[in-house]
């Protein structure tokens, strides 16, 4: 991959979206964005539950951030657009591991990465698995891993919605926290398990002290 950064144009695109997409769509609130190192990698992991988190994350924060995202959204005019700012296409439900190796060039340049570690989005009301390949990132890099939960992009666009709708969006960030600082476990499938459970236990927090209160997965 060959997706550059440029953080100016990042900045001018956050403010007009912030702007005119959310403060003029309904209002929007940002919190704790200091818990995000001003400088050097970080890996941000928010929870996911419409196509507008992407946008909200970007701009509650005060840096540039990098965005890895699913590779539907990179055709046509769009995906032009998501490239410039520093976007980069997945391939969900298979391993991509082109993808998984610049997610940690990008880490090893000192950047910020935004990955949603559900994978996909949820309902608003169950917080979806998180993947493992989150774990191993945050394992193999060892960067401060910083938990986000985003309220209201679920009202303002729906799941089938093309137009957003008028309502108010926050957004919090949580402390920082490393994979080592969790990793308690016996073996590393354990130590996976516990950082999974640490980093939604983070989330869904940060969510409920916003009036989302969202429930764990139940597996069947």
């Known amino acids: 991959m060959s997706t550059k950064s440029h953080p100016t144009w990042f ?27 001003a400088n050097g990698p970080v890996i941000i992991a928010p929870n996911h539950v419409s196509n ?15 965005f890895m995202a699913k590779e539907e959204l990179f055709g046509g005019f769009f995906g ?15 391993g ?9 060039e990008i880490l090893e340049a000192g950047e910020a ?13 169950t917080m979806n698995p998180i993947s493992r390949g989150v774990a191993m990132l945050a ?12 309220v209201g992009t679920h009202r303002k666009m729906p799941r089938g919605s093309t137009l957003p709708k008028f309502a108010p969006v926050s957004i919090v960030y949580g402390k ?4 080592a600082e969790v990793a308690t476990g016996a073996n590393e499938r354990e ?30």
């Open 191 to 220: 130590n996976r398990e516990i950082f999974c459970r640490e980093l939604e236990r983070r989330i869904i927090e940060l969510c409920a002290a916003q009036g989302l209160p969202l429930k764990t997965f139940e597996k069947n």
């Open 11 to 37: 900045a001018i695109v956050r403010w007009l979206v912030r702007v005119f997409f959310f403060r003029c769509g309904g209002g929007f609130k940002s919190s704790g964005w200091e818990n995000i190192p």
């Open 113 to 125: 990465l935004v990955v949603f570690p559900e994978g996909v989005r949820g309902d608003a009301v």
């Open 176 to 179: 920082p926290f490393t994979y």
């Open 80 to 94: 032009v657009v998501c490239r410039s700012l520093g976007a980069f296409p997945v391939k969900r439900g298979e």
């Open 96 to 104: 991509d591991t082109e993808s998984i190796r610049f997610s940690i």
């Open 139 to 150: 394992k193999r890099t060892g960067v401060p891993v910083v938990p986000a939960g985003i």
């Open 52 to 66: 507008a988190d992407p946008p909200a994350v970007a701009c509650g924060g005060r840096r540039p951030m990098r």
